[in-house]
């Protein structure tokens, strides 16, 4: 165990906002408030206002003394979308030897020297990871003692190294509860029709799988499910629509938002493509309004496009329990191994077993992940490749296991405002 | 009170599903279930599967038989869209003279008789209702004995004659509540951006006032929201986002998907209009979209559109708890009432007061209730026309109010399937 450093913590929350990422960041506060109580390390705990780009205009509060009940911070669970607030800064190279570049890092140094921060929590997804390489070398490098950690969240689920991240299994509930939810809907009449629903995730196909988690327990699915793992084929996809309607008059079909075609475009952007311009039109929408217009033109029966949008990664009033839980204990933990020592790493999870569901946290050298992708394996992807496996059900159903007891006032429910 | 009526009852489902109006099925079957309990008139409930396109086909279900315990009707009142299935057939006028007319309800009394039909209730909306009117004139002529009897249900919240219909509460609550997280979405950055919330509600906006139910109690509301009961004028919409940018850079406005110009065009097809010209596209998509256009082009800042689509109204996991109560209710209370003698009526809720909320149910011609449609009046519409006022909330606020215990199973909801 390497020395405990003695000085003030900071946290800051990046990238796009997920409904358990307030979990996290109550677990980091969890983390210091529960070492204090035995004459910690951490005196006080700051967080930054919209992540770096706040820092470097020294917009901080003290979260330690904010949200130190237990009241405060069961609202701060419950509450989506980052209650920091975010950004999307990326930090230069540390040693690009641009002048510029090198400002930005003595700013930000001189301001963590000035609080005396020793401990550097960052929340976030892939581009955050890469935030905390470079600090973590550029701290290094100039010999300023600080454990910087970073602490995953996406709801894409597509980091390295960890078996899952916080905010996956929230935004996967949602997905696969209104999946069903339009199942259901669509179920209602006899006319023929095909219902598209676009879902969030452009490089992995992860949360578009959610929407088929009931597979293996006896749900239902969607009758198609496209993920960006495999390329699509819009003929291929015809046949396949045609052949379901022999079997029941109403489809549903579950997208990412990521497919794309053997030549790589996007379908989102099918101008030029024959079905497309058999309308002559440009597209401004996505993926699912793209082949709404493809099925309509071919089938000439109703089609519907729903995007599921930003609702799918905010639903904070369906919370699933193990992610919630999972996300305060990773940020907890994250404190933990700051203290004991860790630093450049990123926190994770590691799958012990699907059922019982059982994991542990671990850490890993965040070089390994800041600029990776994990896809959807193999094994998770049926063979026509327009559907998930079992395994697939498997791997998801713990992340969106159990509800949350949330608090809502007058019909909503109650958030934490900063 | 009129004499008893001996024989056996059927309940169909029409229009677009909500998430309560399996509740209302439930309630219609309650009130069969209690009457038997005391040698009731009512021998077997029948359901027609796709409301009268199945009965034409001899499509019913025994739904006192098969439905007859608490747990399956708890299970149906939690299942959003219609169990039995749904139709959207019209009746021809009972008196048009014309053969083929006449043949329809010929066919469709002679399986009434010989199922000895003498109790029918149709849950809908509008249409259901035109179709409750005709049968019941078409009975009367034909000196067929039938109690006929509407129970209304739309998300859409506009049938004359009643404070308010079974199924708005639910919708209602998810749009409250997805607005409200929408809004902390939108809120985690510092750019200047436009996020544009459509919502249900060709002819009114009931349900696009529900996205700033929170304003009156300290809540947070979008900060402009248009309904269709105004003209909407795109300068003046201009006008306001330029003021409220003065204020904060993220902007939420929440808009009727009915929204129409002075010239009565609706928002959602601009093609022509000198903003849409400068991109020279046909518009396939919603209001939000060509709005979101608009405003692109006009501020050249972030603009996003989210269209709340179907989910908004078969939200199943976020059913309002008054909503569900009253949905059972009226439904309960439409058996009592055709075995009270009542026929050609729609069932209707009578507001006594907003707070103690009460209300009474009671039914009303349904011929006053068929052709017409309820809009949002002027005092619930701000003078700007871009909000709702606060007795609109006043007005919203019990109608969303309380959750419900929903079972769960494998972490989604579970439905029950006819």
Not at 89 to 95: H, I, N, S, V
Not at 209 to 226: H, I, K, N
Not at 328 to 350: Q, R, T, W
């Amino acid at each position: 165990m390497k020395k405990m450093l003695q000085g003030n913590a900071i946290v800051g929350q990046s990238g796009g906002p997920t409904a358990a990422i307030n979990a996290t960041l109550s677990g980091v506060i969890r983390g210091v408030l529960s070492q204090s109580g035995q004459n910690g390390a951490i005196q006080c705990l700051y967080g930054m206002r919209n992540g770096l780009e706040g820092l470097l205009e020294r917009r901080t509060v003290c979260l330690s003394e904010l949200l130190a009940t237990e009241d405060s911070l069961r609202l701060l669970e419950q509450t989506p979308a980052a209650a920091l607030g975010s950004c999307r800064k990326k930090l230069p190279a540390p040693d690009s030897g641009k002048p510029e570049d090198q400002a930005i890092y003595t700013k930000l140094f001189d301001i963590l020297r000035e609080m005396n921060i020793r401990y550097f929590f960052y929340i976030g997804g892939n581009d955050s990871m890469d935030t905390v390489e470079k600090m973590s070398r550029y701290a290094e490098r100039v010999g300023y003692e600080i454990r910087i950690v970073g602490v995953p969240k996406t709801i894409d689920n597509d980091l390295p190294e960890t078996d899952h991240t916080p905010g996956y299994g929230s935004a996967a509930k949602y997905v696969a509860t209104v999946t069903r939810e339009i199942i259901r809907d669509c179920a209602v009449y006899t006319t023929k029709a095909v219902t598209i629903v676009e879902i969030m995730g452009r490089g992995a196909g992860w949360l578009a799988a959610a929407s088929a988690a009931g597979q293996a327990v006896g749900g239902e699915a969607p009758d198609l499910v496209y993920l960006p793992e495999r390329t699509f084929d819009m003929e291929r996809f015809f046949a396949s629509i045609e052949k379901k309607f022999a079997e029941k008059p109403n489809l549903v079909v579950a997208v990412s938002e990521g497919l794309r075609f053997a030549d790589g475009r996007y379908v989102s952007k099918v101008t030029g493509s024959s079905e497309a311009d058999a309308f002559g039109h440009q597209y401004l929408a996505g993926t699912a309004k793209a082949l709404e217009v493809a099925v309509k033109w071919h089938f000439g029966c109703k089609v519907r496009s729903i995007e599921l949008n930003l609702p799918q990664r905010c639903g904070g009033h369906i919370l699933s329990l193990a992610d919630r839980k999972e996300s305060v204990a990773i940020g907890k933990a994250a404190v933990e191994a700051a203290l004991a020592g860790v630093s450049g790493e990123m926190m994770v999870f590691e799958r012990l077993s699907d059922q019982p569901y059982s994991y542990r946290i671990g850490h890993r050298d965040v070089s390994r992940i800041a600029n990776g992708i994990r896809s959807v394996p193999d094994e998770y992807i049926n063979e026509g490749g327009d559907g998930i496996t079992d395994a697939c059900c498997a791997y998801i159903l713990p992340l969106i296991a159990g509800e949350c007891d949330i608090l809502w006032k007058d019909g909503m429910p109650e958030h934490l405002i900063l």
